[in-house]
């Protein structure tokens, strides 16, 4: 992004723009920012950018409220809200589907109110924390090994232990790698709505078996180049798909969803 882009959407979310660019630029982590909407605080590098992204895409005027909190000054984590959660999570400088899943609710289509989730590529937490702030039954969150403690850290920040169960096992690779007969086999999944992201974990999922994914009545995978193979593989099991373009203007351009329904 070049110096005018960047100046452009601080500008539209912050009165003092320039010191908080400058800010950023010399790396501080203890921000003074004046939102354009009158309101004061001081941040973290990571959640200054944040909401710049969040005003930029008009994704904050809903459920996601980055006001509940006087400060949010820990480096890589911040604290906010979500329609009646008050959250906090690290490690944000790892995710780049924060905005999308808080503040554009791009799960919407897997409709999780009383289902049990499968989460395959969890990052960081945000998906399992949405799915569950969003009436899910149980959420099992099979993260990638490099997430695994930022994904438990994260859960057990937001004492959602009991509500979510993060797996030790992998799906995108690795001596702990399970396929998705023996993770439907191991939370005892019969039914319920199923969310894959990573692009080992689409190649795997791509190798299954047609009958074990009729166990899911939704799946959402989040794919990045061409969703071809992926789509043609849920279509030959089955279902009916479509595909849903993500909400963000953050470069992100060549990424969306494949949607299918039995």
Known sequence: MSLTQSMARYKKAYKNYRHIMLDIATKKEHIKIIARNGKDSFWNRQKTYLYALCVENSLCNGDLDFFTFENSVVPGCMNFKYKSGQLFMCNMDQN????????????????????????????????????????????????????????????????????????????????????????TEKYKIDSGVLKVDGENSIKKLISEDNQILKIFKRIQV?????????????????????????????????????????
């Open 222 to 262: 989040l794919f990045e180049g061409s969703p071809d193979d992926i789509e043609k593989k849920l279509q030959d099991a089955g279902f009916k798909t479509h595909i849903e373009k993500r909400a963000l203007k953050d470069g992100t351009d060549n990424t969306g969803f494949v949607c299918a329904e039995l």
């Open 96 to 183: 780049h589907n924060f905005l999308g899943t808080f503040g554009a609710n791009e799960y919407a289509f897997l409709n999780v109110p009383e289902e049990i989730v499968l989460d395959i590529g969890s990052k960081v937490g945000d998906s399992p924390i949405y799915f569950t702030l969003n009436g899910a039954k149980n959420v099992i969150a099979v993260p990638e090994k490099s997430f695994y403690e930022i994904l438990l850290k994260n859960v057990k920040a937001n004492d959602l232990e009991n509500r979510i169960s993060v797996s030790s096992a992998t799906y995108s690779g690795g001596e702990k790698d399970l396929s998705l007969k023996e993770l």
